[in-house]
């Protein structure tokens, strides 16, 4: 019994030395030994250690022997926990077939050199690389992966020349420690890499992770991928060659930073995946060279909140983003490129100096977002801003601006969608200003020209205004404009400026030799305004409140079929004095306001001049339509309304021309030339109440002359051969030559009325008297009417009477168509003996006659007793009797002849 235990025993003994053992071998240290053939880590005789090979969880340390260089292999599966390689052990740890795997748990402090060019290498979870001072981690082939740390203080390096590292782990470059891309992989998905180093990339791909080159990178020449990474530039940087960005890449330049590109770069996409961003905080210089150039291609989002400087070539942008930062050129240039989409936000700005020039190219957009200035800096030098795309101001509640003394020319297009853009610049312009709820204003710094193709358009929203608030804008071919707003400076030229809305005047000269077509209306308020050379029409309806100055042979036209209508004090003056004025009125002047037309001022009136309570004063002007020689008013409209004056000065008007209109419009209407009036061979209207009173006792008419309704010509009246008296007020004697007529009512629309004379009434052979029967009772809508003075001469002298029948009368019905007269000749009117039958004319198809009696009596209602003409018993023709009454009317036929025989006998 005593036996058996003493051997089981034995065996437990046995059993936990051999556990130690094993134990003691798992966390053991090996050495490695030199000279060993081969040299790989699987060469147990290469190993001084507790066991064959140290094992996961083991150290391995590479000591010096005696500088002299020496390398250890792995080459197949192998596990370690710590590595330690001496300082001065010049020993080479190097995975070479694609075989190799080699993992790692713990420390690998590395004072000579790491290599792998074939097979894999994995640092786990709290694992650590610490690269020392002279070491060197190269990874040319394979991969490299993990989630353990790696540290590189000063001097250590780690090169990327192949292959792909794919840790997720921490990377801390110190200062004096180098880090370097020339080709493979950089993976550091979810991984944070921070320099305070050198890191130098010169191709390759940064593909995940943040990677935080704290004191800069320089990435020159060649091929270099940026994929799905963000890498945050600080302190210095130089780039160069070209920087793929894809997959949600998010290149930015820190705050502070500077990078520059003395060589250019170029920023492209290549596989188009997912998004590329670069941010500007810092300054990014582009330098390369007067002929070299940098480039931000397109579906590239470039943000700048710092400072971009182009010094040098020119620095491309077709992509995307926004500044809010500064662009300063200064000898270099900015272009936009075909597919770029830039804004231009909050406190962004863009600077020009020495010969730099902003380019907009077709295609591109560039939009102020939030009030932008485009202005110079130094000052020195030329600055050129040319437009060749579309450049937007949506500046909400911020105005945009082009400064003075930068070139701004374009050839694309300018929108206006929100505020105002301030255009202190000079330029040209031969594409298209877009008005889409905005305002583009030439400011008082500007020379800005108007070239061929230029055009003021409006946009979706049908709405914005296009100013010129100073400065002066040239218009030196065929311009069309939807509308302008004048506020100062001088818009000039020697082309034509067509616009089709209203332009609102509020100040500054249309000068030079060109035409201004205000077919939308030209619109004053209150400022004295200037006509220098240039020719401006008012082609639609338009107000005028204020002065207009005209000189240098400026004329301004009031078109045909316009009106203008001015409710101010207001006039037209000069200024210099120099070279002609002239207003010319085609159209229909209003005048609401006192009017003058200064001396000097050229005045013509072939359309309508009308003043509305008011005075319009020509004392001064030189009236084109006025002869002075023959005091002849040719040409035109004159209306004088009521309380209204028409003053023409010293001038007198003795004769009123052929295709001339003159009106007196009522109560206190005065044109004192007009007194002077002898002859009219156009038209004179004496209506509204007026009281015309010439000093000539009789008037020589071979026009028209109209009395209206309680109106009174204190003259007598010559009505020669083609002239016409008719109206409804009174006048003096009437005389109607042969081919010459008188109408009591208005023959215009067959009206009848009562037309009184103040004295004789002669009617000579070949002249006429016209009246309408349209009622039985005189005056409107009666039948006309000539009422004299009683015992004033009458004398019909075998004159046409022509009567114009417009209602069924009834037989009773008589027409007293001349009364109180004293017909001392017994005349008659032509062909129409005392009591004869004569024709009444035809009233819807039907023919009517009555009788003629020339000793009628008014006041009786009889056709005997007096001196009065009268018109009686008119019946239907025979053929017209029987349409209207059948066969039954014969008898009457009968009876109506019977009581006219009776008439004659008496």
């Known amino acids: 019994m005593r036996l058996n ?47 064959a090979l140290p094992k996961a969880g083991d150290t391995a ?34 995975l070479t077939s694609s075989s190799a795997s080699f993992a790692m748990t713990g420390t690998y402090t590395n004072n000579s050199f790491f290599s792998i060019s074939a097979g894999s290498f994995n640092l786990s979870s709290g694992g650590l690389y610490s690269g020392q001072n002279g070491s060197t981690y190269t990874l040319s082939g394979g991969s490299a992966s993990g989630a353990g740390n790696y540290t590189f203080s000063s001097g250590a390096l780690f090169t990327i020349s192949g292959g792909t590292y794919s840790g997720s782990g921490t990377i801390t470059f110190n200062s004096g420690s180098t880090f370097t891309v020339s080709s493979g992989i950089y993976a550091g998905t979810g991984s944070t890499l921070n320099s305070t180093g ?19 990178v320089s990435a020159g020449s060649g091929s270099k991928y940026l994929a799905g990474a963000a890498l945050n530039l600080s302190s210095s940087n130089t780039l160069g060659g070209t920087i793929f960005i894809d997959g949600g890449s998010v290149l930015t330049f820190n705050s502070g930073s500077i990078i520059s590109s003395t060589a250019g770069v170029t920023f492209s996409r290549s596989s188009g995946t997912g998004t590329a961003t670069i941010s500007n905080q810092g300054t990014f210089t582009n330098n390369p060279g007067s002929s070299g150039s940098s480039s931000i291609g397109a579906n590239i989002t470039f943000n700048n909140f710092g400072t971009v400087q182009a010094n040098s070539g020119t620095l491309n942008i077709n992509g995307s983003g926004t500044n809010t930062g500064s662009f300063v050129l200064n000898q270099g240039s900015l272009t936009f490129q075909a597919l770029a989409n830039y804004s231009l936000g909050t406190s962004g700005s863009i600077t020009i100096d020495n010969g730099s020039t902003l380019s907009t190219l077709a295609g591109a957009t560039l939009t102020a977002t939030a009030g932008t200035s485009i202005a110079r800096n130094s000052g020195v030098g030329s600055a050129t801003f040319s437009n060749g795309g579309t450049f937007i101001n949506a500046s909400g509640s911020s105005t945009s601006s082009i400064a003075a003394n930068v070139t701004f020319n374009n050839t694309g297009t300018v929108q206006a969608n929100s505020n105002t853009l301030l255009v202190n610049a000079s330029g040209t312009s031969t594409g298209a200003f877009v008005l889409n709820g905005g305002t583009i204003s030439i400011e008082s710094a500007s020379i800005y020209n108007l070239g061929s193709g230029a055009a003021i358009t409006y946009g979706a929203s049908n709405s914005g205004v296009f100013q010129v608030n100073g400065g002066t804008l040239n218009v030196n071919a065929a311009v069309s404009s939807v509308n302008l707003t004048f506020a100062g400076g001088n818009v000039q030229g020697t082309g034509v400026l067509n616009v089709s809305g209203a332009i609102t005047w509020n100040g500054g000269t249309f000068g030079g030799t060109g035409t201004v077509n205000a077919n939308g209306g030209l619109n004053t308020y209150g400022a004295t305004t ?39 004090t207001a006039g037209i003056g000069r200024n210099t004095g120099t070279g002609s004025a002239s207003f010319v009125n085609a159209g229909n002047f209003m005048n609401n306001g006192n009017f003058v037309v200064a001396s000097g001022v050229s005045f013509t009136n072939s359309g309508t001049l009308e003043t509305v309570s008011s005075t319009f004063d020509l004392s001064a002007a030189t009236i084109t339509n006025y002869n002075s020689g023959t005091t002849t008013l040719s040409g035109g409209t004159w209306l004088v309304d009521a309380n209204s004056t028409l003053n023409l000065g010293s001038n007198s008007v003795s004769t009123i021309d052929v295709n001339t209109t003159v009106q007196l419009g009522g109560p206190n209407a005065v044109f004192a030339a007009l007194n ?3 002859t009219n061979k156009g038209t004179l209207n004496v209506i509204g109440g007026s009281t015309f009173s010439p000093t000539a006792s009789t008037i020589s008419n071979s026009g028209t002359i109209y009395v209206g309704t309680s109106s009174t010509i204190n003259a007598g009246i010559n009505v020669t051969s083609g002239g016409t008296l008719y109206g409804f007020g009174t006048v003096g004697a009437i005389n109607v030559a042969s081919g010459g007529s008188v109408v009591p009512g208005n023959p215009n629309t067959s009206s009848p009325g009562i037309l009184t004379s103040t004295s004789g009434v002669s009617l000579n052979s070949g002249g006429s008297l016209t009246v309408y029967l349209n009622g039985n009772t005189p005056g409107t809508g009666g039948y006309s009417q000539i009422s004299m003075t009683a015992g004033q001469l009458l004398n019909l002298g075998s004159a046409n009477l022509q009567i114009v029948l417009s209602y069924f009368p009834a037989y009773s019905d008589k027409f007293f168509i001349i009364v109180n007269g004293t017909n001392a000749t017994s005349s008659i009117f032509n062909g129409m003996p ?10 819807n198809g039907f023919a009517y006659t009555g009788y003629i009696s020339y000793t009628g009596n008014v006041g009786t209602n009889s056709i005997t007793g007096g001196n009065d003409v009268v018109i009686y018993n008119p019946l239907p023709e025979p053929s017209s009797f029987l349409a209207l009454a059948g066969v039954g009317g014969l008898g009457f036929l009968i009876r109506r002849k019977r009581r006219a025989a009776q008439v004659v006998a008496c």
């Open 5 to 51: 235990w003493l051997r089981l025993l034995t065996l437990c003994v046995v059993s936990l030395s051999i556990i130690r053992f094993e134990n003691s071998a798992e966390a053991g240290t090996y050495y490695w030994q030199y000279g060993y053939v081969p040299n790989n880590w699987n060469n147990t005789n290469a190993w001084s250690g507790p066991g």
């Open 61 to 94: 340390i590479f000591s010096s022997f005696a500088g002299t260089p020496y390398t250890a292999q792995i080459t197949d599966s192998e596990a370690v926990a710590f590595i330690t390689s001496s300082v001065g052990s010049n020993a080479t740890l190097a």
């Open 198 to 216: 050198t890191f130098n990339w010169s191709g390759g791909t940064l593909s995940g992770g943040t990677i935080n080159a704290n004191s800069g």
């Open 530 to 568: 200037y006509i220098n050379g240039s020719a401006v029409n008012v082609n639609s309806i338009s107000s005028w409140n204020g002065t207009i100055d005209i000189d240098g042979g400026g004329v301004l036209t009031i078109t045909s079929g316009t009106t203008l209508t001015n409710n101010s």
């Open 676 to 678: 002077s009036l002898t």
């Open 834 to 843: 005392q009591g004869s039958q004569i024709s009444l004319g035809s009233y």
